[in-house]
């Protein structure tokens, strides 16, 4: 076999007597990929995050909330076990995502119209879809 190298391939490989060798990992590290542009990535992850919207309740259901809600506040020195689903707006973009909280009714805040739990929950009262409690057998 002849070939145009056949005068250098078995030379020992050179190494400089002013440069040190570099390591291995910093010699991995100039053919890795870097992000060339920033944040896009997260931007990218963002958007694809789904969101709900809001559903509109009916009056019919509006109306047995606001029953709820009044034998709640009737009943409230019991602080009574109950179940919210609620809509939790997103804080990044539109929409947002229904919840399930089980626990027990410290107040109703009418003015501020927030509902709180024992502990610490806070719910405003627009956004609650269904309210469950043992209070209510029977009743609705």
């Known amino acids: 076999m002849r070939g145009p190298y056949d005068d250098i391939i078995h030379l020992p490989h050179p190494?400089?007597?002013?440069?040190?060798?570099m390591s291995r990992a910093d010699r991995a590290a100039q053919f890795s990929p870097f992000a060339a542009l920033t944040g896009h990535?997260?931007?990218?992850?963002?958007?694809?995050?789904?969101?709900?919207?809001q559903a509109e309740l009916s009056e019919d259901i509006r109306a047995e909330?606001?029953?709820k809600q009044?034998?709640?506040?009737?009943r409230l020195a019991e602080q009574p076990e109950i179940i919210v689903t609620w809509f939790c707006p997103d804080e990044e973009k539109d929409g947002g995502t229904y919840i399930t909280t089980r626990g027990r009714l410290k107040k109703i805040d009418l003015s501020a119209r927030r509902m709180v739990l024992t502990?610490?929950?806070g719910i405003t009262l627009e956004e609650i879809a269904d309210l469950q409690s043992e209070l209510f057998q029977g009743l609705f």
């Open 119 to 121: 502990d610490g929950t």
């Open 70 to 74: 009044a034998l709640l506040l009737e």
């Open 15 to 21: 190494t400089s007597e002013n440069h040190p060798r």
């Open 41 to 53: 990535g997260a931007a990218i992850r963002e958007t694809a995050r789904l969101t709900d919207r």
């Open 65 to 67: 909330l606001d029953r």
